[in-house]
């Protein structure tokens, strides 16, 4: 129909499960896989950005998955990777392997912002939305656009914070930035 972005929502391809660690890894893709290079492709025959977010497993992290998304491109290639940062769950978090992490995909790496013809484009996932930083290292980077893939409705707050459903608005406005879930 035209969008130039696309975003699926949080566990969009796997659905909203509380798997343990050894069922997540298992159903981590790669970038680039197989299982991306079908959306990728998809993103190349409707000319868009498509934001997907994933468990992801890199083989520098034996063992161990993030919970990840990609901008994949017009071109049908992944763009950028963004790996979640905080730690709420049984992931791996960048911060978990900081050394290795920035030896393997350099410091720029915890908030990488995509150039691109429609908006330099960015990413967080789920709840980061809710702490100030993440959105606004995102913004000092030149993020134009910043997508957050969710797995609720952006109003809803599972732990029921006051003011949590305005949160998205709220760090749109104090970075003066575009933002989609």
């Known amino acids: 129909y035209g969008a130039r972005l696309i975003s699926f929502p949080q566990f969009g391809l796997t659905g909203y499960t509380p798997l343990d660690s050894p069922a997540w890894a298992d159903a981590s893709v790669t970038f680039p896989g197989p299982d991306i290079g079908k959306i990728a492709d998809a993103a190349k025959a409707a000319n868009a950005y498509v934001v997907v977010e994933v468990a992801e497993q890199h083989p520098a992290f034996p063992g161990r998955f993030f919970r990840s998304a990609a901008v994949l491109t017009p071109a049908g290639e992944v763009g950028l990777v963004y790996r979640k940062n905080y730690s709420m769950s049984t992931r791996t978090s960048p911060v978990d392997v900081q050394d290795q992490f920035v030896e393997t995909f350099g410091p720029d790496a915890f908030f990488p912002v995509l150039e691109t013809e429609i908006g ?62």
């Open 120 to 181: 330099n484009i960015g990413v967080i996932i789920g709840a980061e939305a809710h702490w100030p930083e993440a959105t606004r290292a995102l913004a000092l980077k030149g993020a134009e656009i910043i997508i957050n893939p969710i797995a609720a409705s952006p109003f809803i707050d599972y732990l029921k914070r006051p003011g949590a459903q305005e949160v998205r608005r709220v760090r749109a406005f104090e970075n003066v930035t575009y933002f989609g879930v």
